[in-house]
């Protein structure tokens, strides 16, 4: 079936410096890709959407300057957090769309715990 | 354009006891997609299952089944003779594929199997 892989799974970094997430699509293109952030004990709450080639829509109150996404190809998306700051300590998980109708399904990363010391 | 509500914050149940997880959903769109998954601690999303809003009936695969009614914009799930191993937060979500199509999940539910 299609595979999202994700790294790193888990992070720690300093305050100010910035953090890169990757999420790969294994067996298909990735046209779509979708980052979630999910707090401890809250849902999944959709951050961006992203096209390959094109930028990055993203969820009114989400800082497109601090998190920054690129979709260079059809089986690479990254998610960059800028000048991270410990209230951006979450679990990150990316998505993909396993084909152009919602139909056939979505497939997740494995997430990434971000930890901002 | 879209919700789901999941309003059970937590449920605790002992083993074997079965459980319903429900599930209540909002749009004004006529084709929409609903699905469910589990997550477990190590944080990974498990897909349940995934059915479109032309495909009421009702599924059953083991000791889960889902109860899909557009009369009442719900898609509850049920374990039946629940297990420790169903110990997760469960997550309904809904996509719309003619409007945003992205994927917006309900609150989840934590469900606690206990021995």
């Known amino acids: 079936g299609a595979v999202v892989s994700q790294h790193p799974s888990w992070v720690i970094c300093k305050s100010g410096t910035s953090v890169k997430i990757e999420c790969r699509s294994l067996?298909?293109?990735?046209?779509?890709m979708f980052w979630y952030r999910q707090f401890p004990k809250q849902s999944l709450m959709l951050m961006a959407t992203?096209?390959?080639?094109?930028?990055?829509?993203?969820e009114q109150g989400v800082e497109k300057d601090k998190f920054l996404i690129n979709h260079a190809s059809l089986t690479l998306s990254t998610l960059t957090v800028t000048s991270a700051h410990p209230e951006d300590s979450s679990f990150y998980i990316c998505?993909?769309?396993?084909?152009?109708?919602?139909?056939?399904?979505?497939?997740f990363g494995s997430g990434t715990r971000l930890t901002v010391v | 354009a879209q919700k789901v509500t999941q309003a059970q914050t937590e449920i605790s149940v002992v083993e074997k006891e079965d459980v319903t997880l429900d599930c209540v959903y909002e749009?004004?769109?006529?084709?929409?997609?609903l699905f469910w998954y589990k997550q477990p601690p190590s944080g990974e999303l498990v897909f349940l299952i995934r059915?479109?809003?032309?495909?009421?009936q009702n599924e059953i695969s083991g000791r889960y089944s889902w109860n899909f009614q557009k009369s009442t914009s719900s898609f509850n799930f049920t374990i039946t003779a629940s297990q420790v191993v169903d110990s997760a937060v469960y997550f309904c979500?809904?996509?719309?594929?003619?409007?945003?199509?992205?994927?917006?999940f309900g609150a989840g539910t934590r469900l606690t199997v206990k021995p």
């Open positions: 998505s993909a769309r396993v084909a152009v109708s919602a139909l056939y399904g979505y497939t």
């Open positions: 067996d298909f293109q990735a046209t779509t």
């Open positions: 992203s096209n390959e080639g094109s930028k990055a829509t993203y």
């Open positions: 749009t004004r769109d006529t084709t929409y997609y």
């Open positions: 059915r479109n809003s032309f495909d009421e």
């Open positions: 979500a809904l996509v719309l594929p003619y409007n945003n199509n992205d994927m917006r």
